[in-house]
Structure formats: C-alpha cells, structure tokens
C-alpha cells in the first residue's frame, strides 16, 4: 500500500544536532504551501492507482502551519488520491506549538496521529539541544492532545546527551511511560558535520558521543520500555498494543511512497527521486511546472542491499526466502563466513531462514549488514 510524504520546510529556530532540510526564514510560508499543493498534482501519476495508506507531515516543523496551509494540502490530497479508509495521518509537531486551539485544528483537518518532537523532559537537556520548548510544554502538550481525543501519540527521546548521566535518562524513560502514550522513538545523540554540534566537535568545544556511555543508555532503554509493555519492533522505534507507524513501517518493508517538497524522497519499487534541497530552488521550478528532482535507478544490488539494510533493522528480520525468490540470490551461501561468524558471537539468529539481530547485535546493525551486502 502506497504511502505519502509532505515535507514542511520551515522551524522557528534551528536545534544544535539537526541536519534536516529547513528554513528559519518563513517569508515564503504560504508560496511554499501552494507549491507543495502544486507538486501534488503534478505526481499524481507517480504511485499506483490504489488508495493511500499512510499520510505523514514531517520536516521541518509541520505544526507551524496555519488552518489555511493545512486545509490547502490537505484538500488537494483529497482531491487527487483515494484514501483508505482507516489511513494513518500523523503530523510532526513540536510542544511549543501544541496549544488546544491548534490541537482541534489538527483533528478537525483529520490529523489522527502525533509524532511530537519532545526529545527529553529536562529543562537543562533541552536548553543543551537548543529546543525552543521547555520541559513544562513537553508534558503538557501530551496531556492536552490526550484530553482532545488523540489516541496514537508517538514522542521523540533523544539519548548518549552529553551534559546527562543515566539517572537523568531513566527519568526521562520514567516521565514517558508515566504519560501512557503509544508509541516511543528513542535516537541515540549523533553529530553531524554541517550542524551546529558538529562545528563544535570540529573547534574541539564538544567530545565525540562517547560509544560506551550511548550503548548503556540503549540498552536501559530496551530494557525499561520492555517492562513498561512496549514492544521494540524497530531498532529506535517502541509500540503499545501493535500501534506501530504504518508509514515508517512501509518505508522499512520497501511499499512505495510519494516524497512531497524541498529535500523529499521518492520511491517506487525500481528507482529513487530527491528533490532539490533548496527552498528557493524547488519554488522556482514547481512555479514553472517542473519537478525538481534527481533520479536514481536501483540495480539488483541496491535494492537487494536496501532489503538487508532496512529489514535486519525491524522484528521481522531479513527473509531469506524474499532475497532468493525476488532477486535470485542465495545470501547464505553468498555471505556464508559473515552470517556465521554473527551467529557465533551471539549477534545474529537465524530462524525458518530469517536473520535477527540479537539485542547485542542491534548496537552493531550498521556493520553487519554492510558486510552482508553484496556486490555486483
């Protein structure tokens, strides 16, 4: 089932560690919406003709748009695809921005699930991070979305932060699961190098993220969010009651999406789209009717890697059977020495010929299934 992506460019201000595409200057707000409205209409042939499954407003900050900018997409969307009828509509927001009144503009536009950007709940984490909420607005924005009727709320919990220690982490695991929300994805700290951390590492003002201290912090995490009934069904993403995100879980099961926006990615099954990532960029040519986007198309060996690499990640594994019966190739006899050496070492599984990462094998999920790629 087809999934749909809009990319909202736009944040009041920009946190130390992020490296997502986004402006902090919104004077072209409004144009840009027209233009995502506009992109809509003008891919509406990209996914197939079947009803959407999943709508998702990340960026970028989602919650800055007004009513106007979010019917307009919104009633584009509507008038451009079929829609299933119990389509999953999550929208990224951040707490600052949670009053009540913008809550009920969410629900009356038919927003039904939260993905909000609270990333801890202690004010001197947050001031660290450069948040523009406070830890008062974290808790309180849950509990208002909760008392308007929001039933699938996910938050974001960012750890291995350097100013906290593993008490102040297990609080912030305490505070999450004391809310009763649905749905938890938990980032381990990581420096990029065009973010405002990453000029720091690079004037020697922060440390590298120490490996020791963030692998503790993820593993008191699977631990905590295990006892607290949450199931880890993705390597950073926890879920109450099977409310995983359909959206991400389609990306990671490989479903087709529709990237909208400055910066989105587009994927149909044989190649991949980027749009430029550039405001003023993607404005100019969407005004003229043309998609600005960069296209690759994957070879047997990308698209068998992309499978490794995103399906090792999740609770249903690496499917064997799939690899061979789609792309014709045996990886156990291919990457036999690598799959065994993992096994040994108690960091993979192999069942009914499905490759599981062991919990101890999670902490090294990169490398492992870069060694299992293979090469044309």
Request: hydrophobic share 35%; proline share 3%; with cysteine.
């Amino acid at each position: 089932m087809p999934s749909l992506y809009i990319h909202i460019p736009f944040c009041k201000q920009a946190c130390y560690y992020c490296d997502f595409h986004f402006s902090v200057n919104q004077s072209n707000k409004a144009e840009i919406v027209d233009a995502l409205s506009r992109e809509i209409l003008l891919q509406k042939n990209y996914l197939p003709s079947v009803p959407l499954e999943t709508i998702y407003f990340g960026g970028g900050t989602p919650s800055l748009l007004n009513e106007r900018e979010l019917f307009t997409i919104m009633e584009t969307i509507h008038e451009t695809f079929s829609l299933n009828k119990n389509i999953e509509v999550t929208l990224e927001a951040n707490p600052d921005d949670l009053s009540p009144e913008v809550l009920r503009l969410f629900k009356k536009a038919g927003i039904n699930r939260l993905s909000i950007g609270t990333q801890s709940f202690q004010d001197a984490c947050l001031q660290y991070l450069n948040r523009a909420h406070n830890a008062t607005q974290a808790q309180k924005s849950i509990l208002d979305a909760q008392s308007l009727g929001f039933d699938n709320i996910s938050i974001d919990l960012i750890y291995a932060i350097p100013i906290a220690n593993h008490q102040t982490w297990q609080q912030d695991l305490q505070q999450a699961t004391n809310l009763n929300i649905q749905h938890i994805s938990a980032y381990c700290l990581t420096i990029e190098e065009q973010t405002v951390f990453g000029k720091y590492l690079k004037n020697n003002r922060m440390s590298p993220i120490d490996d020791e201290f963030a692998s503790q912090q993820f593993n008191a995490l699977i631990h905590h969010l295990n006892q607290n009934g949450f199931e880890q069904y993705e390597i950073s993403n926890f879920a109450k009651n099977g409310l995983y995100s359909k959206h991400n879980s389609n990306y990671w099961i490989k479903n087709p999406y529709l990237g909208i926006g400055p910066s989105a990615h587009s994927y149909n099954g044989t190649s991949r789209q980027f749009n430029v990532a550039s405001n003023g960029k993607y404005l100019q040519n969407i005004q003229k009717n043309i998609l600005p986007y960069t296209k690759e198309v994957l070879s047997k060996a990308d698209k068998v890697n992309e499978y490794i690499m995103t399906s090792l990640r999740t609770i249903w594994g690496c499917d064997l059977n799939k690899v061979f019966n789609s792309f014709g190739i045996n990886l156990l006899n291919v990457n036999k020495s690598y799959i065994d050496e993992y096994i040994d070492k108690k960091l993979l599984n192999l069942d009914n010929n499905v490759l599981k990462l062991t919990n101890s094998g999670k902490l090294f999920a990169d490398k492992i299934a870069s060694d299992l790629f293979i090469v044309e």
